[in-house]
């Protein structure tokens, strides 16, 4: 690249020092990256030439860059990571989908502590327990918790000075009751030190105690209270079956490693807690395939554990810089926290396994991509071959007629780029010069309304010219629909498909083109097809209820059209007119309560 004499001058002063560089384009940052000694650093991506692909599709673009120093290189990977958090740089790894795992959280700092769920984890001397992948898992054992363990759940503070009436989870004994002074706080924290060491693993002492509360229930002839035991018992060990145990006893872990391909990365997360496996997640990486996988994981790090508690060992399979990443890990945990990069045993084993689902999730990836490919972009380049185009339509309209017998006809413009409907692009029309159920005509307004619009005068309201258009009709409907097109003075290819057989029509052709029942491109204009009709009658069917109602109001007495418009007004929708009462509607200004009862009734027949 050619350096300014701006970029020469930077260069030339660079210092030796710990710190941040932001790389820049037309004044946008574009990287963020850190570095122990920023002077060799910066000047590297200048100067080589063996970039891997990613640096050097980035190279091509940047045109400044900045710096921030640092005392330490620590201070440099904090500063890293809020940076790349403010600014989202689009060269930075950044997880799209970033995810709060849901966690279990004890709240020992209270007399009579409660267990409630949260995604967040914070320094308020509470207990927490997780990350639990997923909702339903979460759920499940909050609910098996409670049903096992009669912690309160309300939000009172406790413990009251003068005892209350318990709720109705002590008389089904879900609760002990603290509100009511029902037991004491050491009684209370006797089952708070069960739900710890459950949470912690520790469940065969707690199903050892439910099974002899069994036997003494079904001694005492106390079936139904012996039955919701046994129940309680399956729970848990169908729970923890549910789980693999690992070799670790106790372990607290995250395993995190990666696999890349020459275009993409995949790293795979792993949580083991309390020595059991709990669950894992992968996140792809794109455009990381080539780059080194040291850069890649702390990159990775970075971003994952900004909201998500560290565990207190973290293996992973690479790292560039051990001692800082582990030092800035400690922070996060706000305790201890081991990095490490296991080379042998039983640890490696994790690793290795992490690996494998990773290379899995990254081959599925590209299958479910191939296959996108295929029913999108490969079906609209198929569509252009079956149709004699020169060219792969990006921009492809659909349009469809709905009317009940004449009324209301309504048209609607649906509208697919590169294979995907593109939603905010649809439109709807009112059929304003034909009256009756006259079809052709109302294409051939609906296309003359949309082409017009793309003469507009105010470049901001005109609309893109499309690369295809599909009517959704035979021949006679493409007919009207194309001498309309070309009396605005464009000539755009367009085509129809009747219902029918699926025959394709093209302008002036006698003989349909007839694609294969498995065609990706038969299966794009039908599915284009199916959206512009389900578009249209959703319109048509709305406009119909809405003249249905307002044909009612007008048959009620004493609902003229003042009144007609301040209910209107009032409710803001005829939906919401339906739903209020007598009452309601009497406190509209210019009601009254014997014109509001009789529009109630009206609306409610019995």
Same mark, same amino acid.
């Given at each position: 690249m ?9 260069l030339s002063m660079l210092?030796?020092?710990?710190g941040?560089?932001l ?8 990287y ?8 060799n650093?910066v000047?590297?991506?200048?100067a080589?030439q063996?970039h891997?692909?990613?640096v050097?599709?980035m190279?091509?673009h ?6 921030m ?9 904090m ?12 060269y ?5 989908d970033?995810?709060h795992?849901?966690y279990l ?8 502590p409660?267990l409630?769920i949260?995604?967040?984890?914070? @320094?308020?001397?509470? /207990? %927490? ?6 909702a339903? *898992?979460v &759920?499940?054992v909050?609910? #098996?918790?409670?049903?096992?363990f ?7 503070k ?7 009436r318990?709720?109705v989870n002590?008389?089904?004994g879900?609760c ?10 050491e009684e209370?924290?006797k089952?708070v ?5 459950f ?18 229930? @079904?001694?005492?002839? /106390? %079936?139904?209270?012996?039955?919701e035991?046994?129940? *309680?018992? &399956?729970?848990?060990?169908? #729970?923890m079956?549910?789980q693999n145990?690992l070799s ?10 990666l ?6 990365a995949m790293?795979?997360v ?7 496996m709990?669950?894992g997640?992968a996140?792809a ?6 780059e080194?996988?040291?850069n890649?994981?702390?990159g990775?790090m970075?971003?994952?554990?900004e909201?998500n508690k ?5 293996l ?10 582990? *030092? ?7 305790g201890a ?6 080379q042998r045993g039983?640890?490696?084993?994790l690793?290795?396994m992490?690996q494998k689902?990773a290379r899995?999730?990254?081959?599925k ?7 996108k490919?295929?029913r999108?972009i ?5 569509l ?16 469809d007629?709905s009317n009940?017998?004449g009324?209301?006809?309504v048209?609607s413009?649906?509208v697919?780029?590169d294979g995907e409907a *593109?939603?905010?692009?649809?439109r709807?029309?009112?059929i ?15 296309v003359?309304r ?7 005068e105010?470049?901001?309201q ?5 690369d ?10 493409l007919?009207?629909a194309r ?5 605005t ?5 367009m085509?129809?498909?009747?219902k ?10 006698d003989i349909?083109v007839?694609?294969s029942?498995r065609?990706?491109?038969l299966?794009l204009?039908?599915?284009i097809?199916?959206e512009?009709?389900?578009f249209a009658?959703?319109h048509?069917?709305?406009l ?7 044909s ?7 609902i003229?059209?003042a009144?007609r418009?301040a ?9 919401k ?14 009601m ?5 009862q009789?529009?109630h009734?009206?609306?409610?027949p019995?």
């Amino acid at each position: 690249m050619t350096l300014t004499d701006n970029l020469q001058l930077k260069l030339s002063m660079l210092p030796p020092s710990p710190g941040c560089y932001l790389m820049k384009q037309k004044g946008d940052i574009i990287y963020v990256g850190k570095a122990v000694n920023l002077k060799n650093r910066v000047r590297s991506y200048f100067a080589q030439q063996d970039h891997t692909p990613k640096v050097a599709a980035m190279m091509q673009h940047v045109d400044d860059f900045d710096i921030m120093l640092c005392a330490t290189n620590l201070e440099a990977l904090m500063l890293e990571c809020n940076l790349i958090k403010r600014h989202r740089p689009y060269y930075n790894i950044l997880l799209k989908d970033d995810k709060h795992y849901p966690y279990l959280r004890l709240s020992r700092q209270e007399p009579f502590p409660r267990l409630t769920i949260t995604r967040k984890v914070v @320094s308020d001397g509470a /207990q %927490y327990f997780g990350p639990y992948i997923g909702a339903s *898992a979460v &759920r499940q054992v909050f609910q #098996l918790l409670r049903r096992i363990f009669p912690l309160r759940t309300c939000t009172l503070k406790l413990p009251l000075a003068r005892p209350v009436r318990p709720c109705v989870n002590y008389e089904i004994g879900q609760c002990l009751g603290p509100c009511a002074h029902k037991c004491t706080q050491e009684e209370y924290a006797k089952v708070v030190e069960d739900v710890v060491a459950f949470l912690k693993g520790q469940y065969k002492d707690v199903v050892a105690r439910l099974q002899a509360q069994m036997e003494a229930a @079904s001694a005492q002839m /106390q %079936y139904e209270r012996a039955g919701e035991l046994h129940a *309680a018992i &399956r729970d848990i060990l169908g #729970l923890m079956e549910q789980q693999n145990v690992l070799s670790t006893k106790g372990a607290e872990q995250d395993i995190l490693s990666l696999w890349q391909d020459d275009l993409d990365a995949m790293v795979q997360v792993l949580f083991v807690r309390g020595g059991k496996m709990i669950g894992g997640d992968a996140f792809a990486l794109p455009r990381e395939g080539r780059e080194d996988a040291q850069n890649v994981l702390d990159g990775f790090m970075l971003q994952f554990y900004e909201d998500n508690k560290p565990a207190r060992e973290v293996l992973v399979s690479a790292t560039g810089d051990r001692e800082t990443m582990e *030092a800035w890990l400690r922070d996060k945990r706000e305790g201890a926290v081991d990095l490490l990069v296991p080379q042998r045993g039983a640890k490696k084993a994790l690793i290795l396994m992490a690996q494998k689902n990773a290379r899995d999730a990254l081959e599925k990836r590209n299958a479910r991509a191939q296959v996108k490919q295929e029913r999108t972009i490969g079906a609209s380049a198929e569509l252009a071959r079956a149709l004699g185009m020169d060219s792969v339509p990006r921009r492809i309209e659909g349009f469809d007629i709905s009317n009940t017998q004449g009324a209301q006809s309504v048209a609607s413009m649906v509208v697919f780029v590169d294979g995907e409907a *593109a939603k905010k692009e649809y439109r709807r029309f009112r059929i304003k010069t034909v009256e009756g159920a006259n079809d052709f005509a109302s294409m051939n307004e609906v296309v003359s309304r949309r082409f017009e619009r793309a003469r507009h005068e105010d470049e901001s309201q005109r609309w893109p010219l499309p690369d295809l258009v599909l009517v959704d009709g035979g021949p006679e409907q493409l007919k009207f629909a194309r001498e309309a097109m070309l009396e605005t003075g464009f000539e755009v290819p367009m085509f129809g498909l009747a219902k029918k057989m699926e025959e394709i029509w093209l302008p002036g052709s006698d003989i349909p083109v007839v694609l294969s029942r498995r065609s990706a491109a038969l299966h794009l204009i039908q599915r284009i097809r199916d959206e512009s009709h389900r578009f249209a009658i959703t319109h048509h069917r709305g406009l119909r209820e809405k003249h249905s109602l307002h044909s009612r109001l007008e048959d009620v007495p004493g609902i003229g059209p003042a009144r007609r418009r301040a209910l209107l007004a009032h409710f803001g929708s005829i939906k919401k007119i339906t739903e209020s009462s007598a009452e309601e509607l009497a406190q509209v200004k210019g009601m009254s309560l014997p014109a509001a009862q009789a529009l109630h009734s009206a609306l409610h027949p019995k």
